[in-house]
């Protein structure tokens, strides 16, 4: 079993819907959580980072769960823009490393 | 603000060349890292330095070396590359090794190909 396994897709969404992807981890220690994402042929960036209480940022919002040992990210009102791999990417403190899914690739069409 | 810069953007070996791909950043971060991307693996760490003067193997260090020359800067060698090593290749740094507030800034990425 992967550490950190992510639903490839592809998404397809119109503009303007919602669209959810989940993230599940096998490492109950984990201690930190993000979203990164990833435009085609570019390097990761931060989206946000996932805290216990979940966490918004405007169109975004994330929520973790533990007990489940999974992270979820949701956008809302979707745009062209929004089009990318999004990674779910999870703290292994007992490896002093992060440890990335293999992203969900959403596609967001007129 | 640079962030994290890489070099070289692109490269072409041939089985068995060597080469040093260099890494450094201007953010005062304690550590660094290698990772590789391959499609559908997601990426995966090689080696990091947590702190100046440390290095630690990853999920996959076999066939690379790396030296933490200073704060700043974080290399990566391959001493005998093979076609298994084509991949792009990101290092990437941030305040603490469990990615801190901010994560991990990445640079722009080395696409490495070993033919």
């Known amino acids: 079993r992967k550490e950190v396994e992510q639903d490839p897709g592809p998404f397809n969404v119109p503009e303007g819907a919602t669209v959810a992807f989940n993230c599940t981890y096998s490492n109950s220690a984990s201690q930190s959580f993000f979203w990164y994402r990833q435009d085609c042929r570019k390097e990761p960036k931060l989206l946000m980072s996932v805290y216990s209480s979940g966490n918004e940022d405007g169109r975004f919002t994330a929520q973790l769960n533990r007990a489940s040992q999974y992270i979820s990210l949701l956008i809302r009102d979707s745009k062209l823009s929004d089009s990318a791999t999004y990674l779910c990417?999870?703290?292994?403190?007992?490896?002093?490393?992060?440890?990335f899914g293999a992203g969900t690739r959403l596609t967001v069409k007129p | 603000n640079a962030g994290v810069t890489q070099t070289p953007k692109f490269q072409v070996l041939k089985t068995g060349q060597s080469m040093t791909l260099q890494c450094a950043q201007d953010m005062n971060h304690n550590s660094m890292y290698w990772y590789r991307q391959d499609p559908g693996m997601g990426l995966r760490l090689i080696y990091y330095?947590?702190?100046?003067?440390?290095?630690d193997k990853g999920e996959v260090p076999n066939g690379y070396n790396v030296s933490r020359l200073n704060k700043r800067e974080f290399s990566l060698r391959l001493e005998s590359a093979a076609p298994s090593q084509t991949s792009v290749y990101f290092c990437?740094?941030?305040?603490?090794?469990?990615?801190?507030?901010?994560?991990?800034?990445f640079g722009s990425g080395t696409r490495l190909t070993v033919v």
């Open positions: 990437a740094s941030s305040e603490a090794v469990t990615g801190g507030f901010y994560g991990y800034t």
């Open positions: 330095s947590a702190s100046e003067g440390t290095t």
């Open positions: 990417v999870v703290n292994d403190r007992n490896n002093n490393d992060m440890r």
